[in-house]
């Protein structure tokens, strides 16, 4: 939530839902240049009663935009359940309140995310506008480091554990004639990305103590303006 890269097209807010607003404007962008590109938002069940993501939703389905908006859903918004936030079971009927296409996916099924990811995707990249995407999720761990989640129910943090989508689609590759080495050999290649991403970051530089100033406040034009709109 605290990371921006314009060189992997990436944007965010530290504000909850407020990465949505800024993904409608790539769309809006990318629909004016004419391209192909598709902006997508993320945000969690807690954020889904949010202006920034109840504005975002009808600004693009007003305009059309190439633009998916996917709700990650995992029962609790930090410590508070789901159901106390809103009396939509299903998310993903948000969408009908701006006649725009709406798709729950239950469960941590990997699959069936990218099937519904594509089908949201290639809508937005033919012109046919956006798509609201709720996914069920498990969260489990807590919050933040350190969190005792002392207001969840044991059993709802194994009914988590048990419903990994890695052990399930590692089943079933297996089922679909996927052999342990190569299952093997796709995790090890995962763990090393994650490994050579954490020791590229380590090894970079810290930031120039000047640099806190940066793209703070505009410059002053060279003839600047006095408050009040008089010359200086």
Known sequence: ?????PDVNFACSGIIAQGCPPAAGAA???KKRNTDD????????GAVDQGGFLESLNFAAVHDLPVVFVVEDNDWAISMPQERITDVDNLADRADGF????????FDDVVAVYEAAEEAVGR???????TLLSVQVHRRMGHFMGDPESYRPDADVERAQELDCIPSLEADLAAAGVDDDDLEAIRERAEQRVDDAIEWA???????????????????????T???????
């Open 202 to 224: 380590k090894d970079q530089p810290q930031p120039d103590p000047e640099s806190t100033y940066e793209d703070v406040f505009t410059d002053p034009p060279e003839h600047g």
């Open 28 to 30: 809006l962008a990318a």
């Open 226 to 232: 006095a408050i009040g709109g008089g010359p200086e």
């Open 38 to 45: 598709v902006a997508v938002a993320f945000l969690g069940e």
């Open 99 to 106: 006649d725009l296409p709406g798709r729950s996916v239950e």
């Open 124 to 130: 937005a990249r033919n012109g046919n506008g956006p």
């Open 1 to 5: 939530m605290h990371l921006y890269d």
